[in-house]
């Protein structure tokens, strides 16, 4: 069990604290009777730069938070954390770390490419770690759900990084939306421009691995191959690649399907279709169209369709139509009810259509939270997660089957979620791919 930490100040007094000032002090670093003695949250991070010191950075505003050690596998990645915890130990294999740390660590931050988020946070909750896993959940669909069984099975605090699931604007769409604002929601659509994807063939080149990067843990879990430099994989173009990003729907559909999921009540759709271009032997293709069908709930229409575009892809004409002559946002969704439209920009106050019918409209009072202290608080039985992975799971498993109808183009498919399949044979060979040898599926 994690060593537990004698309180000098009063209960009273440490309360107080949690509830004004606790998020505004930096990681613990010295000495642990200089510092509160509450009982810390020993973390480690699997990851150091983009979405990773993110996290650390969010977390690191936490005053009960110590941080124990950093795994990167690029180590020219690791110098702001070098600087600002000097007491982290680092190491480039996260697997080390774990065998090393495991005894010292409660918790654990994965933000690392989304084709090793299952093997790591699988890794971790087996050693009864509470996990902070990066959106897409993971790579492969069955992964997802793996990790959403075990997650349960272990009994472990888990929490997805959506972190604008937390923030007042998306908080107040689901309020609005399950207040019956706009009656049963009939349709949405949403879209977001970034174009994670490349028509183009792979290039035929192999370059010197920089100095400070083992290529091979990089690709981890996926055949080896030579590398490439330009950085047309690492650091951040791997999101075009199909081994190891899932495009723009799995960047940013966990955001976006996030406050249609939570203020639906959805689970598993019945039907996905995409008709958009299929990607290549390499990489996703872009401006993606997906359309979805769900089952009705409480606060949609039975059924239920549900459609992203992505890159240059927008919703039709007469969508837009309903508001009013107003630009739509850049990126967001718009729900369309029984009753009226909502249109949610990400991330913005939500706005109410038509506008007479919701001039006088008094929206709910509603302020952000904080996703990573919510998870801190969790891990020591403060709270609970509003995206466990029992939420972000089926969530992440929508945006998924969208991933892999895009390879089946103007074909429509039915899902099983209880069996994991497809209608069509040839689709089901994407729910699960091969671990290269030396790795665990």
Not at 169 to 196: D, M, N
Not at 336 to 348: C, E, F, R, S, W
Request: glycine share 8%; charged share 20%.
């Amino acid at each position: 069990m994690p060593q537990e930490y004698l309180v000098r100040r009063s209960r009273r007094s440490f309360l107080k604290q949690l509830g004004t000032g606790l998020l505004a002090a930096p990681f613990v670093a010295s000495d642990l009777v200089a510092r509160s003695r509450e009982r810390l949250l020993r973390h480690a991070s699997f990851g150091a730069g983009g979405m990773a010191w993110m996290d650390l950075s969010e977390l690191g505003k936490w005053q009960l938070v110590e941080l124990v050690a950093v795994a990167e596998v690029d180590l020219t990645r690791t110098a702001d954390v070098r600087k600002r915890f000097p007491l982290a130990r680092i190491y480039q294999d996260w697997r080390e770390l774990l065998d090393k740390e495991h005894k010292h660590l409660d918790s654990v931050n994965v933000s690392i490419p989304d084709h090793m988020h299952a093997p790591a946070a699988m890794a971790a909750m087996q050693l009864g770690k509470h996990v902070y896993c990066q959106k897409p959940l993971a790579h492969d669909l069955s992964e997802v759900r793996k990790l959403t069984e075990t997650a349960r099975r272990q009994r472990v605090v888990t929490q997805m990084g959506i972190q604008i699931h937390s923030s007042a604007q998306y908080r107040t769409a689901v309020l609005l939306i399950q207040a019956g604002a706009i009656g049963k929601v009939k349709e949405v659509h949403s879209w977001c421009p970034k174009s994670w994807g490349d028509p183009s063939p792979l290039p035929r080149t192999s370059d010197p691995v920089p100095n400070g990067f083992d290529w091979d843990l990089w690709l981890g879990v996926c055949a080896p191959r030579p590398f490439i430099g330009n950085a047309y994989y690492h650091p951040a173009n791997w999101r075009k690649r199909l081994d190891f990003g899932t495009g723009t729907f799995g960047d940013m559909g966990c955001h976006l399907f996030d406050p249609v999921f939570a203020s639906l009540r959805l689970d598993a759709p019945l039907t996905v279709r995409s008709e958009g271009a299929a990607p290549n032997a390499w990489n996703w293709a872009i401006d993606s169209r997906i359309r979805y069908t769900f089952a009705g709930t409480s606060y949609a229409a039975n059924p239920l369709s549900v459609t992203w575009y992505d890159g240059a892809q927008k919703p039709p004409a007469d969508v837009l139509a309903l508001l009013e002559g107003d630009e739509p946002p850049h990126t967001g969704s718009i729900f369309i009810g029984t009753q009226g439209v909502m249109v949610l920009p990400h991330v913005a106050r939500p706005l109410l259509y038509p506008d007479k019918k919701f001039a006088d409209l008094k929206f709910p009072d509603v302020s952000s939270g904080d996703h990573w202290a919510e998870f801190g608080l969790a891990c020591l039985g403060r709270a609970t997660t509003s995206t466990s992975f029992d939420y972000a799971g089926p969530l992440t498993e929508a945006v998924l089957l969208g991933s892999i109808a895009c390879r089946f183009p103007q074909t429509t498919l039915k899902w099983n979620p209880f069996q994991l399949s497809f209608d069509l044979p040839e689709a089901n060979r994407f729910v699960q791919r091969d671990y290269r040898p030396g790795w665990t599926g």
